[in-house]
């Protein structure tokens, strides 16, 4: 039986930009390759540095940017390929909450148009039942029926982006991708959002992709974590397989830096050298410049994935 929800096939995203005063375009090659199933009722994270490619792989799913090679399935069926019809019960379905509450609410808007919105275009609802749903979902999302009046300014960071989730859930959605949502947040009320999203799922048998380059967040949210590492998975596995015993040297080094996560005594690993640019990768694994275990040939060569038990997945040649 396969149990994917979504099923993401050697994924290729660039990007074309200007090179600058001599001309000429640069392509940034955003995402390279990346495998990943997200299993219907999990989250999933993706952790990575920044520019490694994260949101663009959120954006190729919900079809904000086209890959130029690759696959990506919804229930099995390629995403690519997809019929109005089905691109339009697709957007109902699938859900977007962005980092930045101050930028992705329209200011403009009274809360309750901004939540009646996405219920007018997508469905034939009366203004009543468009009315219930969207209190119902005000209160999902500890949200009073009084803020409903008001603009996205009279309310605080964490209130927009309760806001933002409960914009999110009207239309009833099974997937729900959230790309950083609480680093944008005072520290004092991430948790609270944290809770929530972990409420909301749950409850409503959500499926979530979280992008957040927190671990400590991953390791209380997520079922699943991916790391990324330029455009690629470097290693998927669960939250115990990836914390407990990690196995791709990046892996290793990314978790020996958090103190609260790093509490077995391992040794911090400092990686030297620069994240090398997505516009000139390195040849052979991508991680071979900052490696502390390369090897000759990972100079060369391109490391297959090594699948340990329960889909644990590591790109690496110290497991081919
Ligand atoms: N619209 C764009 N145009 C050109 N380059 C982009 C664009 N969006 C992202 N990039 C580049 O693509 C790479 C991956 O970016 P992104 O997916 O935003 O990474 P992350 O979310 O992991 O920080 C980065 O080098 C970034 O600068
Ligand atoms: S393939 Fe080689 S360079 Fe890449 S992570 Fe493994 S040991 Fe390091
Ligand atoms: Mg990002």
């Known amino acids: 039986m396969n149990d994917s929800l979504v099923e993401i096939k050697d994924l290729h995203v660039e990007y074309k930009t200007d090179k600058g005063v001599f001309g000429g375009t640069q392509i940034i090659h955003a995402v390279n390759g990346a495998n990943l199933k997200i299993k219907k009722g999990e989250i999933l994270a993706i952790a990575g540095e920044s520019g490694c490619g994260k949101s663009t792989l959120a954006k190729a799913i919900i079809k904000l940017e086209t890959p130029i090679q690759g696959q990506i399935l919804y229930n099995n069926s390629d995403m690519l390929k997809m019929s109005k019809k ?8 699938v859900q977007m909450i962005f980092q930045n509450p101050y930028s992705s609410l329209d200011p403009k808007m009274k809360i309750i148009n901004t939540l009646k919105e996405p219920l007018k275009i997508n469905t034939d609802l009366s203004d009543e039942e468009i009315e219930k749903i969207v209190e119902d979902t005000a209160c999902k999302v500890g949200l009073d029926k ?10 605080s960071g964490g209130q927009r982006q309760r806001i933002a989730i409960a914009r999110a859930l009207v239309l009833n959605p099974e997937f729900v ?6 680093s944008a947040l005072d520290v004092s009320i991430q948790a609270q959002i944290i809770n929530l999203l972990k409420d909301l799922k749950e409850k409503y048998n959500l499926t979530f992709l979280l992008i957040t380059h927190d671990l400590s967040v991953i390791k209380y949210l997520a079922d699943r974590v991916a790391i990324m590492y330029l455009g690629e998975i470097a290693e998927i596995g669960t939250v115990d397989e990836i914390f407990n ?21 391992r040794e911090k690993i400092l990686l030297t050298g620069e994240l090398p640019s997505p516009a000139n990768l390195p040849k052979g694994c991508k991680f071979h410049t900052r490696c502390p275990q390369v090897m000759l040939k990972c100079k060369e ?12 997945c590591v790109k690496c040649f110290l497991y081919n």
């Open 86 to 93: 089905e691109l339009k019960e697709f957007r109902k379905k």
């Open 301 to 312: 060569n391109c490391p297959q994935n090594t699948e340990f038990e329960n889909g644990h």
């Open 146 to 155: 009084e803020c409903l009046n008001l603009y996205p300014h009279e309310f």
């Open 245 to 265: 015993d990690p196995k791709h040297p990046y892996t290793k080094a990314l978790l020996s830096a958090v103190p609260e996560i790093n509490n077995k005594g």
């Open 177 to 182: 991708l959230a790309d950083e949502p609480v």
